[in-house]
């Protein structure tokens, strides 16, 4: 066979779409021999699926289609269409192929202007591969006709009627699709021909057309075809809702335009002007008379012109506008005199706070300092450190009034975004200036006291660390210059007194902890609360319960009796709240028309309050064998606590309970090595700690206790269960011990000393360096303890412990192995 030439095919290139569909119907269909088989020429097609009946065009690039179709054409006969099973293979074999195609006529070949070669093609009738005839220099097969059924039973029609009712609705939703086709659709009566012309018009996938092209009963495919028509309309309205939504928002944006344009016009006519021009005037008349640094007031310009420029529907308008506007509310260089009169400043201090020495020392210190220098710029960072209720926060507006200044308070409690301090950047939608810039802009001036209240509880985690955001805001040399994400500029906090307040200092990083002053604030003794609740807390719950006109008065011993059996605090805010309490009571009473006290006496506390809250620890009654009374330490204030010890047959083993930390549990056994150390002096039998177990407890097991301070505590009631000698059971004790028996000082000791007094003893031992700590006591509490400074503890079991011996001392049985020794 020559090579042909397609030169008469490109010729007819500019032949009607109509003459060229005119020249397929002339094609005839392939006759079937006496088998009921045709042989014909095999077009393979990829990517695409021919129904019959249906017109499509095709593009032809493989050398052995073009060998094919000229073949058909020279013969004047149809071809098979076959789909290959993978698209990507350019050299398809016999099992390459779906075993159902469709006959098709073959047009002439056009060659496109990108040197592409397209032809049309019409279906006409589904085959089934038979064998395959050939395959070089081009595929030819024998293939047996499908013939379809060209009327409909019932149940047939009825699925005719319903894709038909599906595909007007997709052709009322699917521009693409002319209307033309439904009225093609209407005409058809053979209910395979439906099918393939519907599932032409559609726009299915490439393997939704294979399946129906697979489907040999109209039926079935009219089945499967009716639940594509059904997912195809969902998606239509879906796509229809949507697109109508986005253009009424269009329309609406299109309206809102046309109408400001109008609005613009009118105004100018009325010699008013735009209303954004206007805004972008007002703003800059704001610039210009601001009191602005160089930097800002660049800043700010630069922003303005940008806002100038952009349209006033733009979605940026408004976070420049709320930046220019954050930086005219800045208080940049707005400052209020400082009240420099010392004794004015002492005057309102104890005016509104009693005790608390050291802090306001401090602060009239730096009053002092200030109306000796007053250009001096650098201001204190003072941290108060202290139990709940003490007067922390409270005493910091305090030192606002007596200085004059503003008062800001910041609560960090809980703050876990360093953005919380710092900021956001302005690339965030909503971002805003962190909390020191926000409460800068409401205080309303550059040297307010700012308070940043429960510092100690400042959490980090993945979205950064707080703590180290502070360390700029609270560090002299850096906060003249503070940057906050949001606004980009420097701002000056060096003229803002930084008050911190906190209940403990472990949980401050260190770099945090050194850039402050810190400032103890013990909790109450019982004395100090009545004086504040005489002068503070009676005056305003009296008012605040509206019974001022009745004289009622609270008598000291009630007090006590609140204090001691109804609030367990080392501030005042239960015992306020005891005492509002009362006062509800005798308010009530005058309203019901009732009798009601005039004066409020211990004994009509619990008639008022109910029965006692809180058992305060007691003193012991009689002198025990190894039971003594410890000096202990706690956040709201000194207790004294029993240490017992009890010696029994064993193993030589030391067991502790009591919730004993493992510092107290360490004491324990220096104590007990000392006691070893002085056996001989002591008269123990060194066989008692072999032979003997030595338990040792602290009554109330609910509560952890730790520290070093009870050592010699327990080294005294263990030799006190060692000796029989019992211990004095008005001594009360405090001191941690070493091997070697020396005491050493401790903390806590005026809250200890306090709490020795209140529970009724009369002896207290001390460490003799803690004797500087007794400076703060109060008078009756010195003249009616006999406080005796140690250094040993051999001085510390003179004083306890009695001579003689009230219980015989244990002793080790001797085992049966030693008495027949004996008896040798």
Request: charged letters at 30%; proline letters at 6%; glycine letters at 6%.
């Amino acid at each position: 066979m020559t090579q042909p030439t397609w030169q008469e095919e490109e010729d007819n290139f500019d032949l009607t779409l109509s003459q060229r569909t005119e020249e397929l119907y002339r094609i005839p269909n392939m006759e079937p021999n006496a088998d009921g088989l045709i042989e014909a020429v095999v077009l393979p097609l990829r990517d695409m699926v021919v129904f019959p009946r249906m017109v499509s065009p095709i593009f032809v690039g493989r050398e052995a289609s073009l060998l094919a179709l000229h073949e058909a054409q020279r013969s004047e006969q149809t071809v098979i269409g076959l789909t290959q099973r993978d698209p990507d293979v350019d050299d398809p074999g016999m099992e390459d192929f779906l075993p159902i195609g469709v006959e098709m006529a073959v047009g002439r070949l056009l060659t496109m202007p990108d040197g592409s070669r397209s032809a049309l093609v019409q279906g006409r009738r589904r085959v089934e591969i038979v064998e395959f005839a050939r395959v070089k220099p081009y595929i030819k097969v024998r293939a047996r006709i499908i013939h379809e059924p060209s009327t409909a039973d019932r149940q047939t029609q009825a699925l005719m009627r319903s894709v038909l009712s599906s595909f007007e609705r997709c052709i009322q939703l699917d521009r693409s699709i002319p209307e033309e086709a439904h009225l093609y659709a209407l005409n058809i009566s053979e209910p395979g021909w439906l099918a393939d012309m519907i599932a032409t018009s559609l726009a299915l996938t490439y393997e939704a057309k294979l399946r129906l092209l697979l489907i040999l009963d109209p039926k079935m495919r009219l089945t499967q075809l009716n639940n594509l028509l059904a997912q195809e309309v969902d998606v239509l309205e879906l796509e229809d809702e949507i697109h109508a939504r986005v253009q009424n928002e269009v329309d609406k944006s299109q309206r809102e335009f046309y109408l400001r344009e109008q609005m613009k016009q009118i105004q100018t006519e009325l010699g008013e002007g735009d209303i954004f021009t206007r805004d972008a005037v007002e703003l800059k008349k704001k610039l210009e008379e601001a009191n602005l640094p160089e930097e800002a007031k660049k800043v700010a310009f630069k922003e303005l012109e940008r806002l100038n420029q952009m349209p006033p529907m733009a979605p940026e308008v408004g976070i420049i506008r709320t930046y220019i506007d954050w930086i005219l509310d800045l208080p940049w260089s707005n400052s209020t005199p400082d009240n420099l009169d010392v004794k004015n400043a002492a005057k309102t201090l104890d005016r509104d706070h009693y005790g608390l020495k050291k802090a306001k020392d401090r602060i009239l210190e730096y009053i002092a300092v200030r109306s000796l220098k007053p250009k001096k710029e650098r201001q204190p960072i003072l941290c108060f450190v202290g139990p709940p209720g003490v007067g922390k926060t409270s005493l910091g507006r305090s030192i606002a009034d007596a200085l004059g200044r503003k008062f800001a308070r910041v609560s960090l409690g809980g703050v876990r975004d360093e953005a919380e301090i710092r900021g956001h950047r302005r690339t965030y939608i909503g971002a805003l200036p962190g909390r020191i810039i926000q409460t800068m802009k409401r205080a309303g001036t550059s040297n307010p006291l700012f308070m940043l209240d429960e510092i100690d509880k400042l959490y980090s985690d993945f979205r950064g660390d707080p703590a180290s955001a502070m360390l700029e805001v609270l560090d002299p040399e850096q906060n003249y210059a503070f940057s906050d994400h949001y606004l980009e500029l420097p701002f000056d906090l060096s003229k803002v007194m930084f008050i911190t307040t906190a209940n403990s200092l472990g949980s401050i990083p260190s770099p945090l902890l050194d850039r402050m002053e810190v400032i103890e604030f013990p909790g109450y003794i019982e004395e100090e609360k009545i004086e504040i609740a005489n002068r503070y807390l009676i005056p305003r719950q009296i008012e605040e319960n509206g019974i001022e006109e009745l004289g009622v008065t609270f008598e000291i011993p009630a007090l006590q009796r609140i204090i001691r059996e109804y609030t367990y605090e080392a501030g005042v805010r239960n015992l306020e709240r005891e005492i509002g309490r009362v006062c509800r009571k005798v308010a009530r009473m005058k309203a019901e028309g009732k009798k009601y006290p005039a004066a409020i006496t211990a004994a009509m506390i619990e008639k008022l309050l109910g029965p006692q809250q809180i058992i305060p620890p007691e003193a012991e009654q009689t002198d025990e064998v190894g039971v003594t009374t410890s000096l202990a330490w706690t956040e709201n204030g000194g207790e004294i606590m029993s240490v017992e010890v009890a010696i029994l047959e064993g193993k030589g083993g030391v067991q502790m309970t009591g919730q004993m930390g493992e510092v107290m549990q360490e004491s324990a056994h220096a104590a007990l090595t000392y006691i070893k150390s002085r056996a001989a002096v002591l008269k123990i039998d060194m066989e008692v700690f072999e032979r003997f177990d030595i338990h040792i407890h602290m009554p109330e097991g609910g509560i952890p206790k730790d520290g070093p301070s009870a050592g010699i505590t327990m080294a005294t009631a263990i030799v006190s269960a060692l000796t029989g000698r019992p211990v004095h059971r008005h001594v009360g004790m405090t001191g941690e011990i070493t091997l070697r028996g020396r005491v050493l000082p401790i903390g806590g000791v005026r809250e200890k000393v306090l709490a020795a007094h209140r529970a009724g003893l009369k002896t207290v031992i001390l460490p003799e360096k803690n004797l500087k700590d007794l400076v703060d006591l109060p008078k009756t509490a010195k003249s009616e303890l006999k406080i005796i400074p140690v250094k040993h503890m051999d001085e510390v079991l003179e004083i306890a412990l009695s001579k003689q011996a009230v219980v015989s001392p244990p002793k080790p049985k001797k085992l049966p192995k030693e008495e027949a020794q004996e008896e040798e």
